[in-house]
């Protein structure tokens, strides 16, 4: 049965985590009802990709678990999120469905990960990346878990690089930046210098994915022989 670990360090929290995991927290209730349809093609998409690649995987952002059932059930799956809340709703799922594959639910820092380098056959970060303080320091994590062989999934939002709805997502970041999120940061130019740097990771797939085609599924494999477990 999977439990719920309190793994961080339980020292104090900066201003923009705590902004994030009291963001999370009061979406708890109402999350799958507000954004369940709304991203369903996403997570669809992504995890088909994981299933394929098979093994074990790490949700980072599972939220109300809302995917664990989804994924096939020869896989091994542990989630993380940085919201108690949410995932005492995704302890109640895995245990309401009998989800045996999954592993374990931890609140953690996904700029933190408490795992040891290559844990991991897929990293799945789901609508994740535009919301912790530190973007960057959160894809390098990822790619730290990943075992050689393995890919890094994610399902994001693209901020547009110039025009009017770039003018549209700046005057929009101050208005949702309390709820969780932000819309003007994360232009395709900010992931390619973070794949530019990263050691070892390179983007296999970068597919538009609904709604509105402001979403993208990254597909990117670590490089180096698959450890085999």
Known sequence: ????LKLDDGGQLDFDRATVEQAYDRWAPVYDFVFG??????????????NKIGGRVLEVGVGTGISLPQYA?????????????????????????GLK????????????????????DVVMAQYVVTAVPNPEAALGEFA????????????????????????????????VRPLGFRTAEFTWSRYARWLAGAREMELVENRLIPPLGHFSLLRIRKGGTAIVV
Do not use: C, W, Y
């Open 73 to 97: 059930s020869h896989l091994r799956v542990f989630g993380t999120d940085i919201s108690e809340a949410m995932l005492h709703k995704a302890k109640r799922r895995v245990d309401n469905l």
């Open 1 to 4: 049965m999977a439990e719920i």
């Open 37 to 50: 349809g709304v991203f369903s093609k996403g997570r669809k998409a992504a995890i088909q990709a994981t």
């Open 101 to 120: 594959n999954v592993e374990g639910l931890a609140v953690m820092d996904a700029e933190k990960l408490e795992f040891p380098d290559n844990s991991f």
């Open 144 to 175: 730290r878990v990943l075992r050689p062989g393995g890919e890094l999934i994610i399902l994001t939002r693209i901020s547009a690089d110039a025009g009017m709805r770039r003018f549209i997502e700046h005057r929009l970041q101050p208005v």
